[in-house]
């Protein structure tokens, strides 16, 4: 497979735009024919839901601690839930935001957090099979291990673009040590495209 036959589009979700720069820099430095748009804060999110809704990216790494929006005098108003539970949690309800249509609820999604896993062992022990949850480091070959691994044994796509978790089934057929970790990726579907 020519690796120029496919464009993986990932949604960062990433507050801090120092990190986002880096994580861009990285992927276009190690990753072939990537697409990334980034959104800076929750309030963003949920004004480019309907666009992500419409078309779903391949990917989507999401921050579990946001701020609300960018400080200014046309700031939009937090609705309740935001302003009592604050920023802590701001990436969970873009991921329930997600998990609440179907066109986005089985988008393989990275919480990519400085919080340590016993900080959201709740969370880590009840994520489903396509969502993963990673700890920020300063090196992020793990990141892109996987995001590598995601991309690195897909079947070329077809005339018709077919679905980013159709195309990883396959693979998945083809070579089931592909992630280099165990997941079940068939559990992500209940009647699976061929």
Do not use: N
């Amino acid at each position: 497979m020519s690796k120029a036959t496919q464009t993986l589009d990932i949604l960062v979700v990433e507050d801090d735009w120092l990190l986002a720069e880096h994580l861009l820099g990285e992927f276009r430095e190690h990753l072939h024919s990537v697409r990334v748009r980034c959104v800076g804060t929750e309030s963003e999110f949920y004004e480019l839901l309907p666009a992500i809704r419409a078309t779903p990216p391949d990917l989507i790494i999401l921050d579990i601690m946001l701020r609300w929006a960018d400080p200014s005098e046309k700031m939009p108003e937090p609705p309740d839930e935001a302003r009592s539970s604050g920023p802590w949690r701001a990436g969970l309800r873009c991921y329930a935001a997600l998990q609440a249509t179907t066109e986005t609820q089985r988008t393989p999604t990275i919480f990519y957090s400085v919080l340590e896993r016993a900080d959201v062992s709740e969370l880590v022990h009840s994520l489903p099979p396509h969502v993963l949850f990673l700890q920020k480091r300063a090196d992020t070959s793990e990141l892109l291990t996987y995001i590598r691994s995601l991309v690195e044994y897909l079947p070329a796509p077809s005339t018709e673009r077919r679905g980013f978790l159709q195309r990883a089934f396959a693979a998945t057929e083809a070579k089931p040590e592909w992630l280099g970790f165990s997941i079940d990726l068939k559990k992500l579907f209940d009647d699976p495209v061929a």
